[in-house]
C-alpha cells in the first residue's frame, strides 16, 4: 500500500516516476491565466492568517462547506477568521475523493512544510503554524512566487484598468514577469442597457474619447489595446457562454449601438449580432500585434439567483453549460482565418461533451505557420482535477497533438494554488509511463523526458514569447 501524498503520489510506475523526477518536478512555472490581485504583488502583501490567504474568495473550499451543511455566516459571513478555518477543516474529510482534498494537503505540504492530514482536531495547530509563516519574507505574495518558481504571471484585467500595480511591479525591479491580460467582455454585454452605457461612459473617460457611434467605440476600445500592449501584454480573454458568430453587416452593428446608446434595449437577434461583431474586431486587434487570443466556454452563470443577489456573482453559484459549441466556433475562426486574420488562439472547454468536438476543430485552423497556433487548453474550473486533465490531454492526442500542447495555469486568485502545477505534471507522467510500461509507447526516455519538459514549460515559453 503506497503512503497518501508521498514522492510519488499518482505516479504508478517506475517509468512515471522517472519522468517526473528527472524532467517535470523542477520546471519553472509560467502561470498564462489567472486571476491573482496585482496590487498584492504590487505591495508584497504578507496575509495576517491562514484564512485570509486560503479561503478568502474561494469559491470551490465554499460550495463544498455549503454542501457539508455549513452555515453561510462561517463561509462569507461575519464569523471570526479562525470559526472559518476551523469550519473548513472540519470539512475537510468528507471531501475525499474531490480535488480539494488532494490540493489542500499539497497546499500544506507546499509551501508549508506540513504533512500532517487535516481535520477539526488539527485545525488549530495547522493554523496558527501556516499563520506565523506567513508572516515571514518568503512567504509574503513575492516570496512565495518566488518559492514556486515561478517566472511569468499574466492577471485578467479590464480594459478600463489603469495598470498601475502592473507598472510599479516592473519599476520595483522584481524578478517575476506580472503582465496584464485583455479581457474586454464588459464592451459587449449589450444584454444589460443601463450597465453596458455606464461601461462604455467609463471607457470613454479613460480613453480620452467621447463615445457617441461605433466607430468611437472601436476606437476607445484600439487605444486601451495598445495601452496594454505597451505595459507588457500578450494575450487577451474572454469568458463567454459560447462563441457568437451571427452574420452582419456594420450599418446593422452602428445602428445597433445607437440604438443602446439612445437607452433603447436590444432584441436578441440584435444582442447576437452585436456581439459577434465585437468578437471579429478584437480578434483583429490580436493578429495585428501578434496576440494569443483565449477563450474559456461553456459555463453557465450566477443560477441560484436568491444567492447571487446576497453575495454577487463568482461566489460558488456556477456550473457546466450545454451551449452549441461546434458552428460558431468553426464559423468565427474561419471568418478570421479567410482574411488571414486569425490570431493564436487557445480554446477552454467546460463541458466534457465537446472535448472531442474541440479536438478537432483546433485542426482545422492550424496551418504550419506556427506550432499549435491553435490550441486546445488544459481542463479548466470544474475540469482542473484528475479525471478532467486526463479527459482533455486523452482528447488532444487522439486528435491532434500532445507535444505542442501549452499545459498547465493556475485560473486560480490564491497565491497557494501553485502546487497545481505539480499535480497536472504528474498527471502527464503518469499517462506517459502507463503507455511505455504497457508497450504502447517505446521506452525513448530522452524524448519523453523533453516532451515532458516542454509541456510543462518549454511550450508555453516559445509560444507565448514573454
Same mark, same amino acid.
Given at each position: 500500500?503506497?503512503?497518501?501524498?508521498?514522492?510519488?503520489?499518482?505516479?504508478?510506475?517506475?517509468?512515471?516516476?522517472?519522468?517526473?523526477?528527472?524532467?517535470?518536478?523542477?520546471?519553472?512555472?509560467?502561470?498564462?491565466?489567472?486571476?491573482?490581485?496585482?496590487?498584492?504583488?504590487?505591495?508584497?502583501?504578507?496575509?495576517?492568517?491562514?484564512?485570509?490567504?486560503?479561503?478568502?474568495?474561494?469559491?470551490?473550499?465554499?460550495?463544498?462547506?455549503?454542501?457539508?451543511?455549513?452555515?453561510?455566516?462561517?463561509?462569507?459571513?461575519?464569523?471570526?477568521?479562525?470559526?472559518?478555518?476551523?469550519?473548513?477543516?472540519?470539512?475537510?474529510?468528507?471531501?475525499?475523493?474531490?480535488?480539494?482534498?488532494?490540493?489542500?494537503?499539497?497546499?500544506?505540504?507546499?509551501?508549508?512544510?506540513?504533512?500532517?492530514?487535516?481535520?477539526?482536531?488539527?485545525?488549530?495547530?495547522?493554523?496558527?503554524?501556516?499563520?506565523?509563516?506567513?508572516?515571514?519574507?518568503?512567504?509574503?505574495?513575492?516570496?512565495?512566487? #518566488?518559492?514556486?518558481?515561478?517566472?511569468?504571471?499574466?492577471?485578467?484585467?479590464?480594459?478600463?484598468?489603469?495598470?498601475?500595480?502592473?507598472?510599479? !511591479?516592473?519599476?520595483?525591479?522584481?524578478?517575476?514577469?506580472? @503582465?496584464?491580460?485583455?479581457?474586454?467582455?464588459?464592451?459587449?454585454?449589450?444584454?444589460?442597457?443601463?450597465?453596458?452605457?455606464?461601461?462604455?461612459?467609463?471607457?470613454?473617460?479613460?480613453?480620452?474619447?467621447? /463615445?457617441?457611434?461605433?466607430?468611437?467605440?472601436?476606437?476607445? /476600445?484600439?487605444?486601451?489595446?495598445?495601452?496594454?500592449?505597451?505595459?507588457?501584454?500578450?494575450?487577451?480573454?474572454?469568458?463567454?457562454?459560447?462563441?457568437?458568430?451571427?452574420?452582419?453587416?456594420?450599418?446593422?452593428?452602428?445602428?445597433?449601438?445607437?440604438?443602446?446608446?439612445?437607452?433603447?434595449?436590444? #432584441?436578441?437577434?440584435?444582442?447576437?449580432?452585436?456581439?459577434?461583431?465585437?468578437? !471579429?474586431?478584437?480578434?483583429?486587434?490580436?493578429?495585428?500585434?501578434?496576440?494569443?487570443?483565449?477563450?474559456?466556454?461553456?459555463?453557465?452563470? #450566477?443560477?441560484?439567483?436568491?444567492?447571487?443577489?446576497?453575495?454577487?456573482?463568482?461566489?460558488?453559484?456556477?456550473?457546466?453549460?450545454?451551449?452549441?459549441?461546434?458552428?460558431?466556433?468553426?464559423?468565427?475562426?474561419?471568418?478570421?482565418?479567410?482574411?488571414?486574420?486569425?490570431?493564436?488562439? /487557445?480554446?477552454?472547454? @467546460?463541458?466534457?461533451?465537446?472535448?472531442?468536438?474541440?479536438?478537432?476543430?483546433?485542426?482545422?485552423?492550424?496551418?504550419?505557420?506556427?506550432?499549435?497556433?491553435? #490550441?486546445?487548453?488544459?481542463?479548466?474550473?470544474?475540469?482542473?482535477?484528475?479525471?478532467?486533465?486526463?479527459?482533455?490531454?486523452?482528447?488532444?492526442?487522439?486528435?491532434?497533438?500532445?507535444?505542442?500542447?501549452?499545459?498547465?495555469?493556475?485560473?486560480?486568485?490564491?497565491?497557494?494554488?501553485?502546487?497545481?502545477?505539480?499535480?497536472?505534471?504528474?498527471?502527464?507522467?503518469?499517462?506517459?509511463?502507463?503507455?511505455?510500461?504497457?508497450?504502447?509507447?517505446?521506452?525513448?526516455?530522452?524524448?519523453?523526458?523533453?516532451?515532458?519538459?516542454?509541456?510543462?514549460?518549454?511550450?508555453?515559453?516559445?509560444?507565448?514569447?514573454?
Amino acid at each position: 500500500m503506497k503512503k497518501f501524498l508521498d514522492k510519488n503520489f499518482i505516479l504508478e510506475n517506475k517509468t512515471a516516476e522517472k519522468l517526473y523526477h528527472d524532467h517535470a518536478a523542477n520546471m519553472p512555472i509560467i502561470d498564462y491565466h489567472c486571476h491573482l490581485p496585482p496590487e498584492d504583488i504590487a505591495s508584497d502583501r504578507k496575509f495576517e492568517n491562514l484564512t485570509k490567504i486560503w479561503l478568502d474568495g474561494d469559491h470551490y473550499k465554499w460550495r463544498a462547506m455549503r454542501t457539508n451543511g455549513v452555515d453561510e455566516k462561517f463561509i462569507t459571513g461575519d464569523a471570526d477568521d479562525f470559526t472559518k478555518f476551523q469550519k473548513w477543516s472540519e470539512t475537510v474529510p468528507y471531501t475525499m475523493r474531490n480535488p480539494l482534498y488532494h490540493w489542500t494537503h499539497m497546499e500544506l505540504q507546499r509551501p508549508f512544510g506540513i504533512q500532517k492530514i487535516l481535520n477539526g482536531n488539527s485545525a488549530k495547530e495547522i493554523y496558527d503554524s501556516c499563520s506565523s509563516m506567513l508572516q515571514k519574507d518568503e512567504f509574503s505574495c513575492r516570496g512565495l512566487l #518566488n518559492q514556486f518558481k515561478v517566472e511569468v504571471v499574466c492577471t485578467t484585467d479590464d480594459p478600463i484598468d489603469s495598470l498601475e500595480h502592473h507598472k510599479s !511591479i516592473k519599476e520595483s525591479g522584481f524578478n517575476v514577469k506580472v @503582465l496584464p491580460t485583455f479581457r474586454p467582455d464588459r464592451a459587449m454585454a449589450v444584454e444589460d442597457q443601463e450597465s453596458f452605457n455606464a461601461y462604455i461612459d467609463k471607457l470613454g473617460e479613460v480613453a480620452n474619447v467621447d /463615445i457617441t457611434d461605433f466607430n468611437q467605440l472601436i476606437d476607445a /476600445i484600439k487605444s486601451r489595446h495598445d495601452f496594454f500592449d505597451a505595459m507588457g501584454g500578450k494575450i487577451s480573454d474572454h469568458g463567454l457562454e459560447q462563441i457568437y458568430a451571427e452574420d452582419f453587416y456594420e450599418h446593422e452593428i452602428r445602428s445597433i449601438f445607437n440604438k443602446i446608446r439612445n437607452g433603447h434595449n436590444l #432584441n436578441s437577434s440584435e444582442i447576437l449580432k452585436f456581439k459577434s461583431a465585437m468578437l !471579429i474586431h478584437f480578434g483583429i486587434m490580436d493578429h495585428e500585434k501578434g496576440w494569443t487570443q483565449q477563450f474559456h466556454l461553456g459555463a453557465l452563470r #450566477n443560477n441560484n439567483s436568491r444567492m447571487v443577489n446576497r453575495l454577487g456573482p463568482d461566489t460558488g453559484f456556477d456550473s457546466i453549460g450545454d451551449f452549441e459549441m461546434a458552428r460558431p466556433i468553426s464559423r468565427f475562426l474561419d471568418e478570421l482565418d479567410a482574411e488571414d486574420q486569425l490570431a493564436k488562439t /487557445i480554446i477552454y472547454n @467546460l463541458n466534457p461533451r465537446d472535448n472531442y468536438l474541440i479536438g478537432t476543430m483546433i485542426g482545422n485552423f492550424n496551418d504550419g505557420s506556427i506550432a499549435g497556433k491553435v #490550441n486546445f487548453g488544459t481542463g479548466w474550473w470544474f475540469l482542473d482535477q484528475k479525471e478532467g486533465m486526463e479527459m482533455q490531454m486523452n482528447a488532444l492526442s487522439n486528435l491532434g497533438l500532445l507535444s505542442r500542447f501549452l499545459g498547465m495555469l493556475t485560473d486560480s486568485r490564491s497565491f497557494l494554488s501553485y502546487p497545481r502545477h505539480d499535480y497536472f505534471r504528474r498527471i502527464l507522467c503518469n499517462l506517459l509511463g502507463k503507455d511505455v510500461e504497457n508497450g504502447e509507447l517505446p521506452n525513448d526516455l530522452d524524448w519523453l523526458g523533453k516532451m515532458v519538459e516542454n509541456i510543462s514549460y518549454n511550450n508555453a515559453k516559445e509560444f507565448f514569447k514573454f
